[in-house]
Nanobody
Framework: QVQLVESGGGSVQAGGSLRLSCTAS????????MGWFRQAPGKEREGVAR?????????YYTDSVKGRFTVSKDTTKNTLYLQMNSLKPEDTAMYYC????????????????WGQGTQVTVSS
C-alpha cells in the first residue's frame, strides 16, 4: 500500500533553513503528483507547495513561501523534498506530504494519500 514518511523537521531560529523529506513506497513515485501542506495549532491546513506528474508538469507555491521554499523530487530515491530557507516564526506548523495519481485532483489540493507529519518550529 502507499506509504509516505516525512522527516527533517526540527527547531530553528528565524532566518534559518531546514530541508524536509518525504520517502514514498508502494506506488509508482514518478507518476504521482505530490504536495506539502502545513497546519498550525488552531488554524486550517494550508497547501504550501505542489509538484505535478502523470500528465502535468510544473510546481506551485502559496504566496507566503514564494522565493523561500523549493519543492523537488528525486525519483531515484522515491523522495520528495521541501527546502525551506529564510524561515519565519509564522512558518511554525506540522508539515505533511501528500500524493495522488491524478494531477487534476492535486491542483485542487485533493490528495488521496498522506503522511503522518513532521514538526517545524521557528523561534524569533
Amino acid at each position: 500500500q502507499v506509504q509516505l514518511v516525512e522527516s527533517g523537521g526540527g527547531s530553528v531560529q528565524a532566518g534559518g533553513s531546514l530541508r524536509l523529506s518525504c520517502t514514498a513506497s508502494g506506488y509508482d513515485f514518478s507518476s504521482y503528483s505530490m504536495g506539502w501542506f502545513r497546519q498550525a495549532p488552531g488554524k486550517e491546513r494550508e497547501g504550501v507547495a505542489r509538484i505535478y506528474s502523470g500528465g502535468a508538469t510544473g510546481t506551485y507555491y502559496t504566496d507566503s513561501v514564494k522565493g523561500r521554499f523549493t519543492v523537488s523530487k528525486d525519483t531515484t530515491k522515491n523522495t520528495l523534498y521541501l527546502q525551506m530557507n529564510s524561515l519565519k516564526p509564522e512558518d511554525t506548523a506540522m508539515y505533511y506530504c501528500a500524493a495522488d495519481r491524478k494531477w487534476y485532483k492535486a491542483i485542487r489540493d485533493d490528495f488521496s494519500y498522506w503522511g503522518q507529519g513532521t514538526q517545524v518550529t521557528v523561534s524569533s
